[in-house]
């Protein structure tokens, strides 16, 4: 997320009362986590595992649980609590506030949109031309719908990112600021969830489909003429490049990389990246040839038993 305007790195540590390394008037313009950092980012880490990861990053501002080195041209913000704090200023710079009208006063819809009842839209939401938006669908703040997107029935764009922190008094969510960009020609089916990016943008790219009952996790990004059928679940943090195709109840786990004109057959579970123009099967799935022989071996097996 981009902030409003440019902070110094002194007034950001002054928000969540903490003290900072480098220049005072080092610039922080905008928060996210470390799969979608920009330069002029602060992002957050708190394990020594990723420390090196982070410094490395595109990030400019490293909100950190330990003194380290500082990279030149970096800042460093100290921590006892990074993921606490973090949260602290996403909840600071974006608020979560109620809305009790179905359509915020701030939504821009084109007056060619057709709306259908009990259709909630949030707070700066965009939506272009022949959008259509089927009963019960939500549309959640900040996002993004370009010309001839169809949304369908009760489906959820950009319902909050499922990241957690997991703590001694249970599990402590990730105050969401980011948000979902449906790009022209999407089509989304019912009962749907596209989840917000945790700081950054959840991408479904022109043209895609999506069938029925599809999960899409936060910060995704899919690619242009993408087919999803009923069942699929991606989690968070996934790039699938243009004109690939999952099949029924495919699972896809995150920070994988779906190379383009890839098909998954249905039901197989992806568990690595997968390279360009190849079909793939079963879970964890392999090119569909080898996995197809491997069930042909095994049909044989009883009989080899019994012959032993």
């Known amino acids: ?12 540590a002054k928000i969540i009362d903490c003290k900072f390394i480098g220049d005072e008037n080092h610039i922080v313009s905008g928060l996210n986590e470390i799969h979608r950092v920009e330069r002029g980012d602060l992002m957050f880490v708190d394990h020594p595992k990723y420390y090196e990861k982070a410094l490395k990053s595109n990030a400019t501002t490293i909100l950190i649980d330990q003194t380290v080195d500082c ?5 460093l913000i100290l921590s006892e609590n990074p993921f606490d704090d973090y949260n602290k200023l996403a909840r600071h710079f974006s608020p979560f506030s109620p809305q009790t009208e179905p359509i915020h006063a701030t939504a821009s819809i084109h007056h060619s949109a057709i709306i259908f009842p009990n259709v909630f839209i949030g707070k700066n939401v965009i939506i272009g031309k022949n959008v259509m938006l089927y009963s019960g669908s939500v549309i959640g703040d900040n996002c993004i ?27 402590d969510r990730m105050h969401s600021i ?21 700081s950054a943008t959840t991408e479904i790219g022109e043209g895609t489909k999506i069938d029925n009952l599809v999960q899409v996790g936060h910060d995704t990004i899919v690619g242009k003429n993408c087919l999803m059928a009923a069942g699929v679940g991606v989690a968070g943090c996934v790039i699938i490049k243009d004109n690939v195709t999952l099949w029924g109840q495919v699972g896809c786990a995150s920070d994988i990389t779906i190379e383009e004109g890839v098909t998954v057959l249905a039901q197989s579970g992806i568990a690595k990246n997968l390279e360009a123009g190849k079909t793939y099967f079963g879970s964890p799935c392999g090119e569909f040839r080898a996995k197809y022989k491997e069930l042909a071996a095994l049909k044989k097996l009883p009989e080899i038993i019994d012959n032993l």
Do not use: W
């Not at 990279?71 to 800042?75: D, F, H, I, M, V």
């Not at 948000?179 to 990016?197: M, S």
């Open 178 to 198: 980011g948000n979902v960009h449906l790009k022209q020609g999407v089509e989304i089916g019912a009962l749907c969830t596209i989840d917000a990016g945790v």
């Open 145 to 171: 719908l370009d010309d001839n997107v169809i949304v369908g029935s009760n489906s959820v764009i950009g319902h909050f990112a499922f990241y957690y922190k997991r703590k001694k008094t249970g599990y």
């Open 71 to 75: 990279p030149e041209g970096k800042g």
């Open 1 to 12: 997320m981009k902030l409003d305007r440019a902070y110094t790195i002194k007034e950001i």
